[in-house]
């Protein structure tokens, strides 16, 4: 069964930084498409940066020129870099294919940035 464990979520001040990771318990070599899903609060969960299986990249507006998505096949495990962020990105951040398996959703790891 696959599992997909999120971390590197924190509290952060607008403009500041944080990285998540999401370790998969399986090789993520031959996945296709990966991606990062924001919730938050009261809003319905988005995806807001995608990984291709070719390693092109997609991302929401909101996001764009300030979060890059990458992979290390290596660890199994997909990164989130997050720079200068807003009030608006605060949420959970959950790591999924795209498109998503409801079986793979993982506990999140919470974001909050405040102003």
């Known amino acids: 069964q696959v599992q997909l464990v999120e971390s590197g979520g924190g509290l952060v001040q607008a403009g500041g930084s944080l990285r998540l990771s999401c370790k998969a318990s399986?090789?993520?070599?031959?996945?296709?498409?990966l991606g990062w899903y924001r919730q938050a609060p009261g809003k319905e969960r988005q995806l807001v940066a995608r990984?291709?299986?070719?390693?092109?990249?997609n991302y929401a507006d909101s996001v764009k020129g300030r979060f890059t998505i990458s992979r290390d096949n290596a660890r199994n495990t997909v990164y989130l870099q997050m720079n200068s962020l807003k009030p608006e990105d605060t949420g959970i951040y959950y790591c999924?294919?795209?498109?998503?398996?409801?079986?793979?959703w993982g506990q999140g790891t919470q974001v909050t940035v405040s102003s």
């Open positions: 999924n294919s795209d498109p998503p398996y409801d079986l793979y």
């Open positions: 399986v090789s993520i070599r031959s996945a296709n498409a």
């Open positions: 990984l291709s299986f070719g390693g092109r990249t």
